[in-house]
T-cell receptor
């Protein structure tokens, strides 16, 4: 497909376990974002990758959260030792940046539930 | 970093009335201001955006205004319809920096 693809769509895990969430951006998009959305809440910025620049990690809530983007394409968000407050929908978005920010195209999200 | 504040958090209007959502931002270097609409259970989608070289932009029933001096921008929806019911997010960014979103406004259009 031509859109942003995220997997898994749903993940239920036990407190203390590690989880990996995957994002496959639109081909050719240079920027990739991760946001977190708790139930009925806003879009909390987590991390931003833009081309070959160092990622902006200023939104990561703790050192249990990390992300990488391999080959300028697929990204993985890893949450170690999950806590119940990590339960949320994790949204990935990509955009084509030329000069300035472009339209963000969001994936369907990965719903994480930590029991 | 950038901080975007959005008001109101909820807004209820009668069908056919206008709706206005307001946002302020903190970083004077911000030059890109998009608005996203998120319907229930769906992903956010861009509905309109404005760059700092213009003060107003319209697209059919929606318009966005920007006041760079006061560092605020607004979304105006005229002749609201039930399908306009959704959560609306404003956002701001400077250059190639990350996009920062406001907290969202839940708009309900009463038929």
């Amino acid at each position: 497909g031509a859109g942003v693809s995220q997997s898994p769509s749903n993940k239920v895990t036990e407190k203390g376990k590690d989880v990996e969430l995957r994002c496959d951006p639109i081909s050719g998009h240079t920027a990739l974002y991760w946001y977190r959305q708790s139930l009925g809440q806003g879009l909390e910025f987590l991390i931003y990758f833009q081309g070959n620049s160092a990622p902006d990690k200023s939104g990561l809530p703790s050192d249990r959260f990390s992300a990488e983007r391999t080959g300028g394409s697929v990204s993985t968000l890893t949450i170690q030792r999950t806590q119940q407050e990590d339960s949320a929908v994790y949204l990935c978005a990509s955009s084509f940046v030329r000069g300035g920010t472009g339209e963000l195209f969001f994936g369907e999200g990965s719903r994480l539930t930590v029991l | 970093g950038e901080n975007v504040e959005q008001h109101p958090s909820t807004l209820s209007v009668q069908e056919g009335d206008s709706a206005v959502i307001k946002c302020t931002y903190s970083d004077s270097a911000s030059n890109y201001f998009p608005w996203y609409k998120q319907e229930l259970g769906k992903r956010p989608q861009l509905i309109i955006d404005i760059r700092s070289n213009v003060g107003e932009k319209k697209d059919q029933r929606i318009a966005v205004t920007l006041n760079k001096t006061a560092k605020h921008f607004s979304l105006h929806i005229t002749e609201t319809q039930p399908e306009d019911s959704a959560v609306y997010f404003c956002a701001a960014s400077a250059g190639r920096r990350a996009l920062t979103f406001g907290s969202g406004t839940r708009l309900q259009v009463q038929p």
